[in-house]
């Protein structure tokens, strides 16, 4: 099998994808190999923990969206 013929075959499957009204969209994500990776999420995970321990209302809310949560797994 030749590259060409895949090459044909993505062709024809990419076009299938867009006749139904779909389009490719690339997304870049943190890579999470990356040495630093670990520590900078725990890094930024204290500032928005330090963040969010002075609003009552956003705490308020996170406790009220907790009780509302039964049968999600169901």
Avoid at 17 to 22: D, E, H, P, Q, T
Avoid at 53 to 64: I, T, V, Y
Wanted: glycine content about 6%; overall charge positive.
């Amino acid at each position: 099998m030749g590259t060409t013929s895949v090459n044909a075959r993505v062709r024809k499957h990419r076009e299938a994808l867009r006749i139904a009204g779909l389009r490719p969209v690339q997304i870049w994500v943190p890579d999470t190999r990356r040495r630093g990776f670990e520590q900078e999420c725990r890094r930024q995970c204290l500032l928005a923990s330090q963040a969010n321990s002075g609003d009552a209302s956003l705490q308020r809310f996170m406790d009220q969206a907790l009780l509302d949560v039964d049968g999600w797994t169901e």
